[in-house]
């Protein structure tokens, strides 16, 4: 991979110079790395993270700076007094792809999942989609805002796109007093964006010139908050004043963002974040600061930074109309852990995130001096033809779970499931099967 050398000052200084010349240019040099791609993960949350794992290695101190070019950072450590310096190049989940197919960089930051256009390219180096390459490192959020004197409480995604492309222009339209509609977005450089152009506009529904854009979640809330005509959108951490409002995805029933639902990715308007490394030829640091990311303790930090870690919670869920009582007696006893068990696009077996989530769970039960029988699994299945296969579908889920916990040293979980009930998601197609498919994980009260 390209490296950057500072030029011998002196003829005295050549000969160590040189040395270390060699050193650095080994294959798997130890003492540096570059992180390269996504804004929305660049910006702010990689720095954190690039420094909490120095910390956490004893390379004290640490110091962050940009290197005099837009969109670049560099953190720098030390060990037993020698400074070595980590990049973090944040110019679009892209170019980190390119950057790590050139060689260029030891991790590519990716606001999005891998293409298989991407996968083919890597093929004779590494398979992309492989856990070992492919990491889940946060999962992403995001609240609607409006005045706190709106009356309306929820709305659509489909809405959601027709309001921001100023294809409804005044509140009434949408069951609301009579007022036109301001509108409140983030700036083009902002990840927040990316994904609200990602998740709700898609190409079909461009954003509406008259918006007001914003470098700042803070500002932008503030504004909306000021605004009884106001609707906007920003991170979780910045919702301040404004109302937030729940958010449906077809026929299911509308969420509100919180740790649970956005962890669990019930929430419409939640995304994965990743991070991807070349496979086996992945340094030992790259793949040291990967097990530090995903760890308890980089999960704390990716909290921190506003994301939503994947650190499981026991959370008490709140019901709404239409909970079933069925559902409601299943789960009288148990709270829910902010984990959901999700499949690979196209198969049976679970996930890269799952994988990992199996690990998480396990060890969520001995911090917490649980068994295996204080757990329920309960599997749902996307929109069927009838209720028997859709039952059937949702207690393999759980079973194919079960089992994977098995694995993992769990024995014996409690399951059941509950058919094509609760969708989370649009029924049928890709998109369905991979939100209603799942599993729900929940844990006995004591």
């Not at 700036?187 to 152009?197: P, Q, Y």
């Not at 639902?261 to 929430?267: I, L, R």
Request: overall charge neutral.
């Amino acid at each position: 991979m390209t490296k950057r050398y500072r030029p011998f000052r002196t003829l005295r200084s050549a000969l160590p110079g040189l040395l270390g010349l060699l050193i650095c240019a080994t294959p798997g040099h130890a003492e540096e790395m570059e992180i390269h791609g996504s804004n929305t993960i660049g910006a702010k949350l990689a720095p954190m993270l690039v420094e909490g794992f120095l910390h956490h290695r004893g390379n004290n101190p640490v110091q962050t700076r940009g290197n005099g070019k837009e969109n670049e950072t560099i953190v720098t450590g030390h060990r037993s007094g020698e400074p070595f310096q980590i990049l973090v190049a944040s110019h679009g989940s892209s170019t980190g792809f390119t950057a790590l197919a050139a060689g260029n960089a030891d991790v590519w930051a990716s606001s999005r999942a891998v293409k298989s256009t991407e996968v083919q390219k890597m093929l004779e180096r590494a398979d992309l989609k492989n856990p070992d390459s492919e990491h889940v490192i946060a999962i992403d959020g995001l609240a609607v805002l409006v005045h706190p004197s709106n009356r309306i409480n929820q709305l659509s995604i489909d809405t959601l796109a027709r309001i921001f492309s100023g294809e409804i222009t005044n509140w009434s339209e949408v069951g609301g007093k009579p007022q036109a509609i301001s509108l409140y977005a983030r700036d083009d450089r902002s990840g927040t964006w990316d994904t609200f152009k990602s998740l709700v506009l898609g190409k079909q529904h461009p954003l509406h010139p008259s918006a007001k854009r914003y470098e700042s979640n803070d500002q932008l809330s503030d504004d909306v908050s000021a605004d009884p005509g106001g609707i906007g959108f920003s991170g979780l951490a910045s919702v301040r004043n404004s109302k937030v409002l729940a958010i449906s995805d077809g026929e299911a029933p509308a969420l509100k963002p919180s740790k649970l639902t956005v962890a669990s990715e019930d929430y419409p308007l939640s995304r994965r974040l990743f991070m991807y490394t070349p496979g086996d030829s992945t340094t030992d640091l790259a793949k040291d600061f990967l097990t530090f990311v995903l760890a308890e303790e980089g999960q704390a930090i990716v909290s921190g930074s506003g994301f939503v870690s994947q650190t499981p919670l026991a959370v008490k869920p709140d019901f709404d109309d239409t909970t079933p009582v069925s559902f409601r007696r299943l789960t009288q006893n148990y709270e829910r852990l902010t984990v959901n068990f999700r499949f690979s696009e196209g198969h049976t077996g679970l996930d890269n995130k799952a994988q990992r989530d199996l690990q998480r769970v396990a060890a969520y039960l001995r911090q917490e001096n649980l068994s295996a029988g204080d757990l329920l699994l309960i599997g749902f299945a996307d929109q069927q033809s009838n209720e028997l296969r859709a039952q059937m579908i949702s207690e393999l889920r759980a079973l194919a779970v079960r089992k994977e916990l098995a694995q993992s040293g769990v024995q014996n979980v409690p399951y059941t499931g509950y058919g094509h009930y609760m969708q989370v998601g649009t029924a049928g197609g890709t998109t369905g099967q991979q939100r209603n498919g799942r599993v729900e994980v929940w844990v006995r009260t004591h």
